[in-house]
């Protein structure tokens, strides 16, 4: 039986990485079409700061420590400021690329991936039959935020200016819908795991999990959740 796991001190932080991913290039973009790189880059070294006063605070770590772990973000601050060039700047979201492929990859070597992880706070009783599926999905986004991480400085430096907002603000997060959404088709297909909501009817009506070996292990998990009393969707 699958145990229920809570999501831990992991998972806030991974969100606030992804609210900086998603608002950064918008709000970068328009404040380098008002402002010198060297005002915006000391607005972000103000943002620095408040930021690792209240990590500290709330984790009760050295600010030494603090400082290390954002010493890259804290180099590109340091190089707009110095030279007034907005091309630092316009690295940040690879900063955060290369963030999640460390966060995500970091995990393949651990006991749970980091989508089995994601998976538990949303589904407690995973079935462990899916445990190599998540390791192989956290892998597949390992390289994505990866080949970003080395994408997004060509379009920085060697692309005409205009690609890398529409890139890192649009093409990239529907690449990243596009993924989700690929995954989460080929996830019903293949394990036919269905609960109660209308998408999981509509797919159990045109992909019976009775017809397939696998579907018909899903079954068979959750009656036995059924049994014990315990939610599986």
């Known amino acids: 039986m699958a145990v229920r796991l809570a999501p831990g001190r992991w998972l806030a932080p991974l969100v606030l990485v992804g609210a900086a991913a998603i608002l950064y290039p918008l709000l970068a973009a328009a404040a380098l079409a008002r402002w010198q790189p060297r005002n915006v880059a000391f607005g972000l070294l103000a943002v620095a700061a408040i930021t690792l006063v209240l990590r500290r605070t709330q984790k009760q770590r050295s600010a030494a420590s603090l400082a290390l772990e954002s010493a890259a973000a804290l180099a590109l601050i340091g190089t707009a400021i110095a030279t007034n060039d907005a ?113 999981d009817r509509l797919f159990s009506a045109i992909f019976p999990a009775e017809n397939t070996e696998r579907g018909r292990r899903s079954i068979a998990y959750i009656a036995e959740m059924r049994r014990l009393g315990l939610k599986t969707d």
């Open 87 to 199: 091309a630092p700047l316009l690295l940040f979201p690879a900063l955060v690329n290369l963030h999640l492929a460390i966060a995500c990859g970091r995990t393949l070597r651990s006991e749970r991936s980091m989508i089995e992880r994601l998976a538990t706070t949303i589904q407690p009783y995973l079935p462990p039959f899916t445990r190599s599926y998540c390791r192989r999905v956290t892998a597949g986004w390992t390289l994505f935020f990866a080949a970003n991480a080395a994408a997004i400085p060509a379009l920085a430096f060697a692309s005409p200016a205009h690609w890398w907002p529409v890139y890192t603000s649009r093409i990239y997060f529907a690449l990243v819908a596009v993924i989700s959404a690929i995954e989460f088709l080929v996830r019903k297909l293949v394990f036919r795991h269905y609960g109660k909501s209308p998408i």
